[in-house]
């Protein structure tokens, strides 16, 4: 039975030591994908493709481990790439993916930055949905007390009021982002508060203001390789430069940021500085420069024309694809429920296992320690018999004594008995007689005294006699 016991308990042991590596080597894992999701995160405003590509290896190993959580970040980050790409289509699929997976672990905090990304890509084009989105993730932020996502809900909140033209409104946020950023010494978007406070100021006419806070922030930009921030910085100082008629700064900053457009890839903003360059021209009145440029804007359009009905095909494709994915990705939940079960199942069932060799294990110390307490017992048992024994054996000799010594006595009383019906009714007798005879007058008083006395003496001399033969244990008879 012991051997068996301990087969079993051996095998639980080394099964618990399989799960125990497995979930380190899991713990291990998860926390490669939440290093790969940060350092794509980081690579936004640097390399956008960089991001997709990072995300997408962070995709892989969540993907591999079933960790929900890291899967609906790798997503995030890469609708982030895809985003700073203008590749709007891909960025919402990535996003509304994301926020499905935080949803079904109850991700608040995922929930919120999901929201805020979505309202970044409305941020252009529907200020009312942007806001919108942003309101649902400002609510979620504030709940928690997010310092790290109110912040930048701030700034893209003042941002939907720049593109509206509510300058005051949007410098409010700005300012209350600044304030987050600040203490969060998050220098990153420090830097991004600084360009939009001097976009607030280019708009509303106080070019040196800007000029200031743009110039700062393309000197921070440039110390962290922030080139998607370096493109659109110089976009705006172009345009502040042409404004103020210094045409050579203006040239300067549009090469600048056309050069860091293309490590980029960002076509959008390649064909805003050419509009820029057109502008420039325009204004310097060389006029043939500017039709020069706005000849290429024209193929450009006509190409993105061309572009734009290629991508509406492609978009059908693409519905079809997602749904395929989405089928996929039923399928694979559907697998990951069920694993997830069949383990839980092993667990419970392993559990119960040690709880039940457990139990065994107790139930054999105790039936031992019950057995200690028995023989303890049956010793005592065995010691309080002796004594017994030896305090009945003793009784049984204290009794033979007494007995002996009552046969004596009984054997004196009957003796004593004897003897003083003997000894002593003569003389009692004698009394009688005397008694009657006073009473008839037959003997003289005096005499009478006399032989009564003589009577009671001898009666007397008796009782001595036979109280001395009584208290005697040497003597037998009388």
């Known amino acids: ?28 894992d998860t926390n490669e994908v939440i290093k790969l999701n940060k350092q794509g995160f980081g690579m936004r405003l640097t390399n956008p493709n960089q991001t997709i590509v990072i995300g997408n290896k962070a995709l892989s190993i969540a993907q591999n481990l079933k960790y929900d959580a890291g899967i609906g970040e790798s997503y995030r980050v890469m609708g982030i790439g895809y985003y700073y790409l203008n590749q709007s289509k891909k960025a919402i699929d990535d996003y509304l993916t994301a926020l499905s997976y935080f949803q ?14 979505i309202g970044n890509l409305y941020r252009n ?48 946020y700005y300012n209350k982002s600044n304030d987050l950023f600040a203490t969060l010494k998050d220098t990153v978007n ?36 922030l080139n998607e921030s370096i493109a659109s910085i110089d976009l705006t100082l172009a345009d502040l430069y042409i404004a103020k008629n210094e045409f050579d700064e203006a040239e300067k900053f549009i090469a600048e940021g056309t050069t860091f457009a293309g490590i980029i890839k960002n076509e959008k903003t390649e064909s805003d500085f050419k509009l820029t360059s057109y502008q420039l021209e325009l ?35 693409e519905q079809a694809n997602q749904m395929a994915r989405q089928k996929e990705t039923e399928l694979l939940l559907q697998r990951e429920k069920y694993d997830r079960v069949k383990f839980w199942a092993v667990a419970v069932v392993a559990g119960l296992l040690m709880v039940f060799v457990g139990l065994l294990i107790t139930n054999v110390k105790r039936k031992a320690k019950t057995n200690t307490q028995l023989t303890a017992l049956n010793a005592e048992v065995s010691r309080q018999k002796d004594n017994l024994d030896r305090i009945n054996h003793h009784l049984e000799e204290i ?80």
Do not use: W
């Open 1 to 28: 039975m012991m051997r068996s016991l301990i087969f079993i308990f051996c095998t639980i042991l080394g099964f618990s030591a399989q799960i125990v590596s497995a979930q380190n080597t899991v713990g291990q």
């Open 104 to 117: 079904r672990i109850k991700d608040l905090p995922g929930q919120g930055r999901v929201y805020n990304n």
């Open 125 to 172: 084009d529907d200020y009312d949905l942007s806001l919108e989105f942003f309101t649902k993730a400002l609510a979620i932020a504030k709940k928690l007390s997010a310092d790290n996502l109110i912040a930048p809900i701030y700034l893209n909140i003042g941002t939907v009021y720049l593109h509206k033209n509510s300058f005051y409104q949007a410098l409010n």
């Open 190 to 225: 420090l830097i991004q508060c600084m360009q939009n406070k001097g976009v607030i100021y280019y708009n509303l006419r106080q070019y040196d203001k800007a000029q200031g806070l743009l110039m700062e922030a393309n000197k921070e930009a440039k110390l962290l390789d």
């Open 283 to 317: 204004k310097r009145k060389n006029y043939q420069g500017a039709v020069s440029i706005l000849y290429s804007i024209y193929h450009l359009d006509s190409a993105l024309y061309k572009q734009g009905i290629s991508t509406q095909i492609n978009l059908i494709r």
């Open 399 to 478: 009794i033979d004594e007494r007995t002996k010594d009552l046969q004596i006595k009984n054997k004196k009383l009957s003796e004593y008995s004897s003897y003083l019906s003997h000894q002593i009714r003569g003389p009692i007798a004698t009394l009688k007689g005397l008694l009657n005879l006073e009473k008839e007058g037959l003997v003289d008083e005096p005499e009478c005294i006399r032989m009564m006395n003589k009577s009671v003496g001898e009666i007397d001399d008796k009782i001595i006699e036979m109280s001395d033969m009584l208290h005697d244990p040497g003597r037998t008879g009388f």
